[in-house]
């Protein structure tokens, strides 16, 4: 019993403890000083993932580490990387999760070819139910 109690107080303050609680990166929440730089990084933003979150993009996210990940993309895009430049390192870092549009590979089939799949067995099953109604 007491285990469990202790498991359960441990999983209920997991997320409180997930922040570090060091201030965040320079540009995690600084715009860039060029208009069209911070333009460029707030879309690539919007096409990124936060890995904690997991439902938001970094944009969007108060995570810490989507504002470690928001001053990268900010820090590369300022150096002169292209968006596309940058989301492949990203990728390449933390893995096809974190883009909103994933590439077409094996791993990622399934969420490709998901949709089309409960699309046709919705129609199937409509077709179905539309043809015992005129009987």
Known sequence: MRRALTLALALIAAPAMADSGLPPQQLAYTQLADPAKEARAKALMEKLRCLVCQGQSIADSDAEMAGDMRALVRQRIQA?????????????RYGDYVSY?????????????????????????????FRRGKK
């Open 80 to 92: 002169g990387e292209t968006p596309d430049q940058v989301e492949t390192w990203l990728i390449q």
């Open 101 to 129: 549009d994933p590439p077409l590979s094996w791993v990622t089939a399934p969420l490709w070819i998901a949709p089309l799949v409960l699309l046709g067995l919705g129609l199937l099953l409509s077709a179905r139910l």
